[in-house]
């Protein structure tokens, strides 16, 4: 797990995490790109807390996100325009030969992978998904994680540079 997260502190600039307005959009982790719809107090258990109110572009469902747990969820700003020339190098590196780990743990790896929060990590797993692809027919669930980093990645990387999404296939 250390080599991971080494490779991401060399790859990864510091987005770091913010307060988000109305209207901004952000990235939350297996979801995609969103933007903040509003920002609401509720009351909870007797507690009043602030949620940020963020729609998830791709299929419109609302996540509630407590503006206090913004780091701990990974919400994050989208990559800035100048970093998607490095998401298209990890995804140009060669990935790692074939492993002889079953699917499933493989599966649970990506999976992890993608959980994270990381353009460099979805990257990093649509690469291997790929190349994985080329060798050998992927199992059912491998063939979904490599759509959703497919889509994780065209959705965040369109934005990033301001294109529409079918321009990015």
């Given amino acids: 797990m250390g080599e991971i997260s080494k490779k991401k502190d060399e790859k990864q600039v510091e987005i770091g995490m913010k307060e ?7 990235v939350y982790p297996a979801h995609g790109v969103g ?5 609401e107090s509720k009351e909870i258990n007797g507690d009043t807390m602030n949620f940020y109110m963020m729609k998830i572009v791709e299929n419109g469902m609302v996540i509630m996100i407590p503006t206090t747990n913004v780091e701990s969820v990974g919400l994050r700003e989208v990559i800035p325009e100048k970093e998607v020339p490095n998401v298209y190098k990890v995804m140009q590196e060669k990935g790692h030969g074939p492993d002889n780990q079953t699917w499933n743990r493989r599966y649970r790896e990506y999976m992890e992978k993608i959980k994270t929060g ?4 979805v990257a990093e797993v649509f690469r291997d998904l790929f190349q994985l692809k080329l060798e050998k027919d992927l199992s059912f669930g491998e063939r979904k994680l490599l ?9 965040e990387l369109s934005t990033a540079k301001d294109i529409d999404e079918k321009a990015m296939m």
């Fill in 20 to 26: 988000f307005s109305k209207g901004d959009l952000a």
């Fill in 147 to 155: 759509d959703t980093a497919q889509n994780l990645l065209v959705q």
């Fill in 118 to 121: 990381s353009i460099y990590d």
């Fill in 35 to 39: 933007y903040i719809e509003s920002i």
